[in-house]
């Protein structure tokens, strides 16, 4: 059992170039989420998705595009990368069902944009 | 909107109890989590309260109070491994539960 897996674990961008991020979720989990982390923010959110098809904002939604075209798939896109964007991005599952919000993390991708 | 707050680091001795708070402000509220993270790992799930009171797992305990906006952690017979920072999280009702995150405390275990 995989759970979560994020590809790729890391990757050097220059300014103005673009990248996708894939997330996949082997549990049959509804919602995805997309995270970045900073040093001294904690866990921000990017974009999440609550079902196959569709998508929402988070805190920080500016200069990221999601796709949640099948449900074991979330795609994070960068379309010009900026040095702000150097950071730690986590993706995550969840069930969400009210009962049970436990959410099952990616090992992470380490962005650097220079 | 939605915003938790927790001390940014603690410190305590190896076999001592530590416990760390979290206040938060949502809303719609379902659910408080707390996750823990080693350094250069990913976050992974400790406990979830949706009702007041205290869920105990192992050495962890976890308590949620509705009314104050308040839960903490509290981490017994600490061990040198418990080095990590612990983030709290709010399910919230908005909408969608998605799960917003705190900023996290660092908790540094000594001999």
């Known amino acids: 059992n995989a759970g979560v897996t994020q590809t790729p674990k890391f990757r050097v961008l220059k300014t103005g170039q673009s990248m996708t991020l894939l997330c996949a979720q082997d549990m049959n989990h509804e919602y995805m989420y997309w995270y970045r982390q900073d040093p001294g923010m904690g866990l921000r959110l990017i974009h999440y998705s609550v079902g196959e098809g569709t998508t929402a904002k988070g805190e920080v939604p500016d200069g990221y595009n999601v796709s949640r075209l099948k449900k074991q798939n979330f795609l994070l896109g960068l379309e010009s990368a900026a040095p702000s964007q150097t950071s730690v991005y986590f993706c995550?599952?969840?069930?969400?069902?009210?009962?049970?919000?436990?959410?099952?993390f990616g090992q992470g991708t380490r962005l650097t944009v220079v | 909107g939605q915003s938790l707050e927790q001390p940014s680091e603690v410190t305590a001795v190896e076999g001592a109890i530590v416990q760390i708070n979290c206040t938060y402000q949502t809303s719609g509220f379902y659910g408080l989590s707390w996750y823990q993270q080693h350094d250069g790992g990913a976050p992974t799930f400790l406990s979830y309260?949706?009702?007041?009171g205290l869920e105990e797992t192992g050495r962890f305990s976890s308590f949620l109070s509705r009314s104050d906006s308040y839960g903490y952690l509290l981490l017994q017979e600490l061990q040198m491994k418990d080095s990590a920072s612990y983030f709290c999280a709010v399910q919230n009702s908005g909408g969608y539960q998605k799960v917003t995150f705190g900023t996290g405390t660092k908790l540094q275990v000594i001999p």
């Open positions: 309260n949706a009702l007041d």
């Open positions: 995550a599952s969840s069930t969400g069902r009210t009962q049970n919000t436990e959410a099952f």
